[in-house]
């Protein structure tokens, strides 16, 4: 296993990895034994993505579709295309085609019918609650639209020297720790790599922005610490603290000291003690409600001036014992 460095969490990246080596002679990089990345068949590979102890297969592609659904058919006006989602418009989920001319969207207001539209009007529909199907045309359109959801692939291509360009999406990195990209043959009998993995450790994207920057606010580092030390903001923080001086002091009243004294003696009187002699090695003193042994608030080993187990009367100090 090969360790790869930090991922940023939740963060999309496409990161170069490697090298991948040729299962048939063991030593030729997998771009050369292959002639090159245009060679190169994605899904002759099983990828297996480990993050902590789950495990998932991804789906390996040279050119990942960004889209949701396709749109396929023999359409007039041809609406067929991938479609992204683009938010919600008018209360209703929506996704564009790249060109923003035709869009897929939930009509909930029409029972869950589902609708490709030029966003002046509908074009074709289909209803239930799936948006994938065969869609019927509306006036002025012909040809049944058939949607299909887009499988979520991850792009890998072979690069020179062995080194491979590995796409992680935000949805990859979305948990903290260990993160493992395993690569093996998927056909056996028709090897073309030796099996390889590669761990990178997720970092909490603050902590990731102060090591590598991106742009957003890094962690305090001793530079900025100390260019926030200067004699004006002490001054400042010392204001506030002055200034609040007589708030706490006003809290420290006679009537307060008082209330708080009456409330601690009101629980000593609510209190009873006794010797626990159940054990003969060693006796507790415990502390309980008052006229309710049961009802326990603390209990503690007894011990003689010298840190011995009191296990007898007259082990225990005078202080603890009745009067005669």
Excluded at 55 to 62: F, P
Aim: aromatic share 8%.
């Amino acid at each position: 296993m090969k360790y790869c460095g930090h991922l940023r969490q939740s963060t999309a990246i496409t990161k170069a990895i490697g090298q991948l080596i040729s299962y048939e002679d063991g030593k030729t990089s997998l771009y050369d034994a292959l002639g090159g990345n245009d060679n190169f068949v994605p899904t002759d590979l099983k990828c297996t993505l480990t993050k902590g102890i789950s495990q998932s297969v991804l789906t390996l592609a040279k050119n990942r579709a960004d889209a949701d659904y396709v749109v396929s058919g023999n359409l007039t006006p041809d609406a067929t295309g991938n479609y992204s989602y683009a938010g919600i418009f008018d209360g209703v989920p929506t996704y564009f085609r790249a060109d923003e001319q035709y869009a897929l969207a939930i009509d909930e207001s029409e029972g869950g019918c589902f609708l490709i539209t030029t966003f002046t009007q509908a074009t074709w529909s289909k209803t239930g609650t799936e948006p994938t199907g065969e869609y019927t045309p509306l006036s002025g359109c012909t040809g049944t639209a058939t949607v299909s959801a887009e499988t979520a692939t991850n792009n890998i291509n072979l690069l020179l020297g062995g080194l491979t360009s590995f796409e992680l999406t935000a949805a990859n990195t979305d948990t903290l720790g260990d993160l493992i990209i395993s690569l093996e043959n998927a056909n056996e009998g028709s090897e073309i790599v030796l099996s390889e993995a590669f761990h990178f450790e997720v970092i909490p994207a603050a902590i990731y922005d102060s090591l590598y920057g991106s742009g957003a606010t890094a962690l305090a580092t001793a530079a900025s610490i100390t260019a926030l030390a200067t004699e004006a903001n002490a001054t400042a923080n010392k204001n506030i603290i002055v200034a609040a001086i007589p708030d706490i002091s006003g809290l420290a009243t006679a009537a307060n000291v008082a209330a708080v004294g009456t409330k601690i003696d009101d629980k000593l009187v609510e209190c009873d003690s006794y010797i626990d002699t159940s054990n003969s090695e060693q006796w507790q003193l415990v502390i309980c409600a008052k006229g309710d042994t049961a009802t326990e608030y603390a209990r503690k080993d007894m011990a003689d001036i010298h840190g011995n187990p009191v296990a007898s009367l007259s082990q225990i100090p005078t202080r603890l014992t009745e009067p005669a």
